[in-house]
């Protein structure tokens, strides 16, 4: 069985989706939630639904290397972010490399990299005037959203959308489409 690690900043539903869909697969399973706002939502998610969660520190994370310890130490096979506006330092990038997949709220290459999360980029869909967004799954490297895309699925724009509509849409196909990425994903990792 393959052991997934999330780590996630904000209130977790994307993780509570993912979590819930390992649940009762064989093949994977989500051992572990790290988050680094100790008032996370998610961590409270993760803890309710028996997965172990803690928080971390931009220290832990970007200096002493308590958080890949961590990682290695829960024989993590996949490091799933899922709301995590951190950029990932190289030294976990190098430790899992073609091991890490994010989630865009948007079509990649357009409208990512730093500052580009939530609601920002879906005003900035709405002001460049496209007819389409979605969401982009992808690998992670040392650069904001920039890594090889696995999957992108898409949904109209409409007339008379604002950014609460339109990212309730994307919600919409992030929470149908990531586990299922997810799981296809580790059929390939050995």
Request: glycine fraction near 8%; charged fraction near 25%; hydrophobic fraction near 45%.
């Amino acid at each position: 069985m393959k052991h997934i690690s999330i780590l996630a900043s904000g209130a977790g539903t994307n993780a509570e989706n993912i979590i819930r869909y390992f649940s009762n697969e064989k093949k994977a399973k989500v051992t572990l939630v790290l988050s680094n706002k100790p008032q996370a939502k998610v961590l409270e998610r993760a803890a309710a639904l028996g997965v172990d969660s803690f928080f971390f520190d931009r220290t832990q994370f970007y200096e002493t290397g308590e958080v890949l310890m961590m990682l290695r130490r829960r024989e993590t096979d996949l490091v799933v972010l899922a709301g995590f506006l951190w950029l990932v330092p190289g030294q976990v990038i190098e430790a899992f490399r073609g091991r890490i997949i994010n989630i865009h709220p948007a079509l990649l290459p357009r409208f990512g990299g730093k500052g580009m999360y939530g609601c920002r980029v879906h005003r900035a869909v709405l002001d460049a005037g496209c007819s389409e967004s979605g969401i982009t799954i992808h690998l992670v490297n040392e650069h904001y959203d920039a890594g090889d895309i696995l999957f992108q699925a898409r949904c109209p724009v409409l007339p008379d959308d604002d950014v609460h509509s339109l990212a309730a849409r994307v919600h919409e196909l992030e929470y149908r489409h990531y586990p299922e990425a997810i799981s296809r994903f580790i059929e390939g990792l050995k």
